[in-house]
């Protein structure tokens, strides 16, 4: 099974700063058929189901604000929320798709305001 | 709109069964995989099950295999998912979701629509 790790497991980011988080495959997602990458973000507020953000790990789904972004291939994939917004306080999970089942997620990060 | 809303879960006692129920509307039902993902008290996001569009093929999580089934009724735009033998370790909200479709119409995609979930807890 892939192995999803994602760091840190909590971030405390101010309004308007930067917030990254990083996600981490036990084996690549890149398919070289057609060089995508196999991973999606999802972003979950308390009570709620999870939001499809980001997949093929930057592609931004419609409707999410470009401060929004996603990166990396292979093994090494990053969530980045330019501007950080009060609305965007939730946890986030990234998630494999690659190859047969089980379709793995990341333990999580909680993003707080600081 | 797409819609996905879950039912039937409840408390129930170790070693009892359950059967979850999501119906679906907003789209067509038929040509989607299917999943269940399930989420335990304060903690992460577990894949359970998927289901393919005619029911032809499905795959579960190693920890739900043999007490778990998920079925599905196209003619009623529903997803079930059985669950027998259950364990205090599945006490969870279970979420019915959608996976993205594509050309080939398999299952390696993104879930693009979830529903709000159900709650189910194992407990004497």
């Known amino acids: 099974d892939i192995v999803m790790t994602q760091s840190p497991d909590s971030l405390a980011v101010s309004l308007g700063e930067r917030a990254t988080i990083n996600c981490k495959s036990s084996q690549s997602l890149l398919f070289s058929s057609n060089n995508n990458n196999y991973l999606a973000w999802y972003q979950q507020k308390p009570g709620q189901p999870p939001k499809l953000l980001i997949y093929?790990?930057?592609t931004r789904e419609s409707g999410v604000p470009d401060r929004f972004s996603g990166s990396g291939s292979g093994t090494d994939f990053t969530l980045t929320i330019s501007g950080l917004q009060a609305e965007d306080v939730a946890v986030y999970y990234c998630?494999?798709?690659?190859?047969?089942?089980?379709?793995?997620f990341g333990q999580g990060t909680k993003l707080v305001i600081k | 709109e797409v819609q996905l809303v879950e039912s039937g879960g409840g408390l129930v006692l170790p070693g009892g069964s359950l059967r979850l129920s999501c119906a679906a509307s907003g789209f067509t039902f038929s040509n989607y995989w299917m999943s269940w993902v399930r989420q335990a008290p304060g903690k992460g996001l577990e894949w359970v099950a998927n289901m393919k569009q005619d029911g032809s093929q499905k795959f579960y999580v190693d920890s739900v295999k043999g007490r778990f089934t998920i079925s599905r009724d196209n003619a009623k735009s529903s997803l079930y998912l059985e669950m027998n033998s259950l364990r205090a370790e599945d006490t969870a909200v279970y979420f019915c979701?959608?996976?993205?479709?594509?050309?080939?119409?398999?299952?390696?995609?993104?879930?693009?629509?979830w529903g709000q979930g159900t709650q189910v807890t194992v407990s004497s």
């Open positions: 093929w790990a930057s």
């Open positions: 998630q494999q798709y690659y190859g047969s089942p089980p379709f793995t």
């Open positions: 979701a959608r996976i993205h479709y594509y050309d080939s119409g398999g299952y390696n995609r993104w879930w693009d629509s």
